[in-house]
């Protein structure tokens, strides 16, 4: 169902940009008086009613649009308006919880298991002891020493126990 918008601008130029993002985000234009909101020019608003400002200069600011918003979003924000939401511009750069790692973060993630040898070895257990303590095989023992001595940028063993240990003592949030 389409929300009856009012139109403040300062000019003829900047009002027939407006009623065209009204028009072309699915609604009609009215009257002020007769309005669900308002849609405004950075320089026009309206105390009496909700209203949505259009402007690009300066920061982004609450219930603001820039001039070049899609149809979708100007829908949208005009719905939340009268809902009596606000609305709030997107940051530049938004931060994700659960954001895919890229390919460098991904080979550097050590496994359980991974941390689990590397352990072994800082307790001094041989490839050997560490087969039988963690019940692998030899053969996997080498496999996740080459892994973690790649994702570590070590060349010995020893190298790998100490960036690993300065790793941790990096990663690790003090309560």
Request: hydrophobic fraction near 45%; charged fraction near 25%.
């Amino acid at each position: 169902m389409p929300l009856l918008v009012g139109v403040l601008a300062t000019d003829e130029t900047r009002r027939a940009a407006l009623t065209k993002l009204v028009a072309d985000a699915g609604h009609r234009v009215v009257a002020s008086a007769q309005s669900d909101v308002i849609v405004s020019d950075a320089k026009q608003t309206s105390p009496s009613r909700p209203t949505l400002v259009f402007r690009n200069e300066g920061s982004p600011a609450e219930n603001h649009l820039p001039w070049d918003a899609p149809p979708r979003q100007v829908d949208a924000a005009l719905r939340a308006l009268v809902a009596g939401l606000s609305i709030r511009p997107a940051r530049s750069a938004p931060r994700r919880g659960f954001e895919e790692l890229d390919d460098s973060a991904v080979q550097s993630v050590l496994t359980p298991r991974e941390l689990d040898v590397i352990d072994a070895i800082g307790a001094g257990l041989s490839n050997k002891a560490i087969a039988r303590e963690l019940g692998i095989s030899l053969h996997t023992v080498k496999f996740h020493i080459e892994s973690l001595l790649r994702k570590l940028g070590a060349h010995t063993r020893a190298e790998a126990v100490a960036k690993a240990m300065e790793r941790r003592r990096q990663e690790t949030v003090e309560l």
